[in-house]
Nanobody
């Protein structure tokens, strides 16, 4: 059973930056293509970014393209999401999962961007 634990969220002013981390226990994250997802209040969960370990290709939703960077560290079994130029509309709970999502969802990490 793979357990996903997200961390790194917080409260930040618009224009600020945060780096989220996703740790997976029970399996190496590089077993799967991985994604970062987010869910804002009253909205469906959406894919923000995807990372394919081999050959390290990425995909970004249009809303975050140029501002967010997804990466992975196979040696540390971690997935990251570097978020810059944050906007109030980025406020959401952020989750990691395989892509497509097949693993049990973790608790997520709250990101709140104030204007």
């Amino acid at each position: 059973q793979v357990q996903l634990v997200e961390s790194g969220g917080g409260l930040v002013q618009a224009g600020g930056s945060l780096r989220l981390s996703c740790a997976a226990s029970g399996r190496t994250v590089s077993t799967y293509a991985m994604g970062w997802f987010r869910q804002a209040p009253g909205k469906d969960r959406e894919l923000v970014a995807r990372y394919d370990w081999n050959p390290g290709t990425t995909y970004y939703a249009d809303s975050v393209k140029g501002r967010f960077t997804i990466s992975g560290d196979n040696a540390k079994n971690l997935l990251y999401l570097q978020m810059s130029s944050l906007k109030p509309e980025d406020t959401a709970v952020y989750y990691c999962n395989s892509y497509p999502p097949r693993l049990s969802w973790g608790q997520g990490t709250q990101v709140t961007v104030s204007s």
